[in-house]
């Protein structure tokens, strides 16, 4: 539709080279399979792209916060849009509202840079191992003596039984009157020996049969002293 000072018409239009636009940021959710982990536990990180990242890198771009953990075992789907790896918390460590965060340090085969972090849901870690032990306020009990049996936990114990989880010898005596302290964490009792024995060499125990408010048992039982 165009022609020169004489009026000529060209024969036919032109087209240029074709060109590519890209001009859309790309984009990642992270998300955990976890919000509580306890002793023995591990979660499973997943990155999902919106496009194959470039330049990513998982020991720098994923954020965990020192000291909480590592990841272990990380790999990407065929596709290249989904990065996977095991998030193993360390040991002996008690941390509320935890996080893991990915970088805005990479970008899309294009060049276009991610537009912002991501950051993941909170999650708590407490992976303390539980202790406990037992003392006895007496070492010998003679007629009429009783004496005092302590138990001092290292959290306030769920799941415990005295009636169950302290094991007397059959036979040696019974338990009376055992109570919490305030914070929770001493149960107290008064041992009475049973009458007509005489018994060397005695224990008392207390079980593992127990655990914290996030579930985790302690180890091994306690045993007193003789």
Do not use: C, H, R
């Not at 239009?13 to 002793?39: M, Q, R, Y």
């Not at 990065?83 to 935890?98: C, H, K, M, N, V």
């Not at 010898?169 to 338990?175: C, D, E, K, M």
């Amino acid at each position: 539709n165009w022609s020169d000072a004489n009026g000529n018409a060209p024969s036919e239009g032109t087209i240029s080279k074709t060109f590519n636009i890209d001009t859309l940021a790309p984009s990642a959710s992270l998300t955990l399979s976890e919000t509580e982990l306890v002793v023995g536990q591990t979660m499973t990180l997943s990155v999902t792209f919106s496009e194959i990242p470039q330049d990513f890198d998982p020991a720098v771009d994923i954020e965990i916060s020192a000291g909480s953990g590592i990841l272990d075992g990380g790999s990407f789907s065929e596709d290249g849009l989904i990065y996977t790896a095991t998030f193993i918390p360390s040991a002996g460590i008690e941390l509320e509202d935890q996080a893991i965060g990915l970088s805005a340090n990479w970008s899309d085969v294009s060049g276009n840079a991610s537009l912002e972090g991501v950051i993941s849901e909170s999650f708590n870690i407490d992976t303390k191992s539980l202790s406990a032990f037992l003392t006895l306020s007496e070492t010998k009990l003679v007629v009429g003596q009783t004496m005092t049996l302590s138990v001092n936990f290292s959290e306030i114990p769920q799941g415990f039984d005295p009636e169950i989880d302290i094991e007397i010898p059959a036979g040696s005596g019974i338990l009376e009157g055992g109570t919490f302290s305030e914070n929770g964490l001493t149960y107290t009792a008064t041992f009475i020996p049973s009458v007509g024995v005489e018994l060397d060499g005695q224990t008392i125990g207390l079980s593992k049969n127990w655990s914290d408010a996030n579930g985790n048992a302690p180890s091994e039982g306690t045993i007193s002293k003789t």
